[in-house]
């Protein structure tokens, strides 16, 4: 089945205690992205992939990291987690910008 | 820097009630346009796209919508809306005329239908 793959599901950490949140597609898709859920706000894209190594930032980039090392994972990094950061987190895959993306079943991340 | 505007946060209807939902972006260029709905407690699922050729899509569920150049908007619509598409809906936006990974979203309006 193609699918976006996310985990885990559900996290509650502590101020400051860096976390990885997994992303791996099935579909070989080019184009990977991070978006943070928040009520009243939409979704807001952290971070997107074009290519394996190729990573820019989305509109709310602060506080996180992605790499790109292969085509099928693209992992969120958050190296010093804030409370701020406590939202609902979905990865997304696409084949070209002509495509809607393709999302996983999300992250509820919860800071401390 | 593109945006994209839905102005209905809240929109509550009754069954088989006609259903259109706006949705205005800021950008010249070319662009590729999406709606996207989101069931309680799930992930967000395509329901059309645009980008050319005829202006009225059609999607899934019943769903279409209508790109009007010069307004600037992609107005979501459905004739008669039944229980099942309480959800909320997100219109979304790209620049059309190169390959880009950033796809911009509105805030989302919550659709509630009551049988």
């Known amino acids: 089945e193609a699918q976006v793959t996310q985990n885990p599901r559900y996290l509650i950490t502590v101020t400051g205690k860096k976390l990885t949140v997994t992303c791996s597609q099935n579909?070989?898709?080019?184009?990977m992205s991070w978006y943070r859920q928040d009520p009243g706000l939409g979704l807001r894209q952290i971070y997107y992939s074009m290519n394996v190594e190729v990573t820019d930032k989305g509109d709310v980039p602060e506080g996180y990291k992605v790499s790109r090392k292969e085509k099928r994972n693209f992992p969120l990094i958050l190296e010093s987690p804030s409370p701020n950061q406590t939202s609902l987190y979905f990865c997304?895959?696409?084949?070209?910008?002509?495509?809607?993306?393709?999302f996983g079943s999300g992250t509820r991340l919860t800071v401390v | 820097a593109q945006s994209v505007s839905q102005h209905n946060h809240h929109v509550i209807l009754s069954e088989a009630a006609s259903l259109e939902l706006g949705c205005n972006y800021s950008?010249?260029?070319?662009?590729?346009l999406f709606w996207y709905v989101q069931y309680p407690g799930q992930h967000l699922q395509l329901l059309l796209k645009?980008?050319?050729?005829?202006?009225l899509v059609k999607g899934i569920k019943g769903f279409e919508a209508e790109f009007i150049k010069s307004k600037f908007s992609f107005n979501l619509r459905k004739p008669s809306v039944q229980w099942s598409d309480t959800a909320e809906y997100f219109c979304a936006v790209n620049e059309g005329s190169s390959n880009t990974g950033k796809l911009i979203f509105g805030q989302g309006t919550t659709l509630q239908v009551k049988p």
């Open positions: 950008y010249g260029g070319t662009v590729n």
């Open positions: 997304a895959s696409r084949l070209s910008s002509y495509y809607g993306y393709t």
């Open positions: 579909m070989n898709h080019e184009y």
């Open positions: 645009y980008f050319s050729g005829d202006p």
